[in-house]
């Protein structure tokens, strides 16, 4: 994979956008709807390939650069309105050619949207918990998810962490620390609240000073299907179109989520927009396949590199 430097300053923005570590409520809570469809969760069958007829020469000629792209392609579905492409229901931001740009290696499925329902493919890699004395001592287990459980006047009761591995034994008031590559991190968590079952992946922390900053915490299984993620997930992944979440948002292979744009789906149902057309994903594809490290909203879209060998701007 290519190495993409970023200036302090943007680092900084794409951090913010991708913030993570929804902080759930209890099991059994009820949410608003959001922008879900009626069956979230369960795959889409495949989408039909995009409209048109693949010509290599007429989208090299249409699509020269991204400023292309946007004005020819992207604009007319995705950025007439807020978030017309995908009615809020998550990230990519397609108003402008800059948040185009501002996709490359971003994580997807964050910022917007119920936590619970982010895609595997999206999820992060999870800081770590270890226990420090008594009869787990040393136990160390990803965190999955952080969820507060409360009473019913809403009052708290505790954190119920899950983790990857099952407790060796039962333990009350047993010590932890929250790390994060390796290293402890005591601005996210730690003290000596925690309660474990022998042979659960629940960890109960009862004193709420001890987990101070939950919603920093990073969650490896916020959807809580247990299947964790690798922290590979990125809207944009230079020299992997099909490895990008927006390629596979805007072909409907690839996602649990609706294709984009929503042309013709009950979340719009006053917008006609229909899905890029071939020559589009194919010129978009190419210019992820082929992205170098300086390259910028000035430069050419490159079309002949190795990796674009097998694109026909579809799945």
């Known amino acids: 994979m ?7 300053a943007l680092a900084f923005l794409f ?7 929804q ?6 809570a009820t949410h608003p ?4 469809r009626p069956d979230a969760g369960q795959p889409l069958p495949p989408a039909a390939p995009p409209p048109g007829e693949l010509d290599v020469d007429r989208a090299r000629a249409r699509f020269e650069t991204t400023t292309d792209l946007m004005r020819y392609a992207i604009s007319p579905g995705c950025s007439s309105e807020r978030n017309e492409c995908h009615n809020s229901e998550d990230f990519p931001d397609l108003s402008t050619e800059g948040n185009l740009w501002n996709l490359v290696g971003l994580g ?5 949207g119920e936590r619970t329902e982010v895609e595997g493919f999206c999820e992060r890699i999870g800081d770590e918990l270890r226990i420090e004395g008594g009869a787990n001592d040393g136990f160390t287990a990803i965190i999955g998810s952080v969820t507060r459980v409360t009473s019913s006047d ?9 983790v990857d591995r099952p407790v060796p034994a039962a333990q009350a008031d047993a010590s932890f620390v929250v790390l994060r590559d390796g290293a402890p991190l005591p601005p996210l968590g730690g003290g000596g609240s925690a309660q474990t079952d022998e042979g659960a992946s629940r960890i109960r922390v009862t004193d709420e000073r001890d987990i101070p900053m939950p919603s920093s915490i990073r969650q490896g299984d916020e959807n809580q299907d247990d299947s964790y993620g690798d922290g590979t997930g990125v809207l944009v992944r230079p020299g992997n179109a099909r490895d990008s979440y927006l390629v596979r948002r805007l072909l409907g292979h690839g996602s649990d989520r609706v294709r984009m744009p929503l042309a013709g789906n009950p979340d719009n149902p006053t917008e006609v927009n229909p899905p890029l057309s071939r020559d589009a994903m194919y010129a978009l594809m190419s210019w992820i396949n082929c992205m170098e490290p ?13 990796e674009n ?3 026909g701007g579809q799945w």
């Open 294 to 306: 300086d390259d910028g909203p000035f430069s050419d879209i490159r079309y002949d590199c190795s």
């Open 154 to 162: 809403e009052e708290f009761e505790h954190y119920e962490i899950r």
């Open 108 to 112: 997807c499925n964050r910022g917007i």
């Open 33 to 36: 709807d959001s922008d879900r």
């Open 309 to 311: 060998a097998d694109n």
């Open 2 to 8: 290519r190495t993409f430097p970023r200036s302090t």
């Open 15 to 21: 951090a913010s956008m991708a913030c993570t570590g």
């Open 23 to 28: 902080i759930h409520d209890a099991p059994g």
